[in-house]
DNA sequence: AAGTGGTCTAGACCACTGA
DNA sequence: CAGTGGTCTAGACCACTTC
């Protein structure tokens, strides 16, 4: 044996996808059916199905089959500090809604209290979470910190809406944005949130935002689901 | 059973690992231990286990045992234009060695003779294929096509050096530089080549240069493992 | 009811690692 | 050599979907 009988499989599997002879959105072969075509024991046809979910190009469906993955991503641009990346989507054409999981004060970690350079007498800060649907689907959950002065003033607006919009027309506006892109799996809450399976690729999106004179106003993170996000930047020569 | 076992037991795992039991770099108990521990079937430790993996909490080395994932990363911080990414490691004092893997002639795909502005008649362009090593460690896989005068003109300085420092150097300056950061997962090629796990999580980032006058000079793809690497941005306010 | 994928068992053999 | 994880088998039962 060169190489195991299941990754044998699942290579074959993925060349008739690339192929084109199971499109987008078509379903697999069942497991019985696999079975009988291979040779093989159940066991390893679920690990050869595992491969190619791991791979992003299958998802399974109790009780339906497996399918292959529908490959199109959504764009964040990140242009202008005071957009937030979401707002994008909408001006695409596509339905945001936001739904608040928790907003309440709270006292943030070590990191987000430096961040926000808040008083270590009592260092409090509004907490958001929310989940971010995009055409009726969980596509990102937004997980903020913002100044408590600013949490007070706006609490009503902020459970409902964006919150960079809302603090440019409360006279907040946002000068600058230092942000950081990393890759990260779905663990047990996300996968739940996010209706992924667990350990499924996200891309986050941590920021921290300053007003005028360099202040920062809120620092966030928000996690998307890696298979239909990405994120586009223009780098220009300062001249 | 309201919870199925295998999640039970990742899940008790990753709370050891969260409080500190398991330090990054410490093995965790073999299978046949947490089989004795957890009296469950040898096939279901490994499905816990396997949950750890997919989380990015855990590592197996066949003959060695698993292990908690370092969680370190380094950030590739996107400035100017004319600094490749990679560069940037190589001021945070980190080894950068090039192996490159392709250098020749090609018929570029379609999307990249569009992004190259490429004559429809006679569509070539050099493909370089390298891998990254960060301190003897493959980090990074960079897919690039460049302009075949340029190609030709750099053949021997392009295979061993980064791209951008050499095109500089030959006074090609990048004035603009379009990118777009993705998730995707390990097919085999790139498992192989990055020595992670088939599906492991991949951080891509797409890239567009740009000499004077708009002109495109390359196109390119650096995937870089997910666990180890991040981009970093700062968006600054039109003034 | 029939078909699908999800969970779990007991057991065998193989491949790699390190003393 | 003993210990580790990797592959594979046959078989059972469960949960969900569709008809």
Redesign the pocket.
Known sequence: ?S???????SEQLRQRITAGDYLPGA?????????AE?????????????NL?DQGLAI???????FVTERRKAVYTLTSPGLFVAEDLQNQGIALTVKTLIFEQVTPPQSVQQLLQLPSAEPTAYLQKKILLMEQVPGCMDITYVLPEIGELLASALQHQMTFPVLERHNIPIERVEAMIECQNADPELSQQLQV?LGHSLLTYHHTAYTTGDRPVLHGASISRGDRFCYAVSLNHAR
Chains 1, 2 share one sequence.
């Open positions: 044996m190489q195991p009988l299941h990754l044998d499989i379903k697999l072969p069942s497991e019985r059916q696999l079975i291979f040779q093989v024991s159940r066991i390893t046809v679920r690990r050869a199905i595992a979910v399974a469906h109790q009780g339906k089959g497996v399976p």
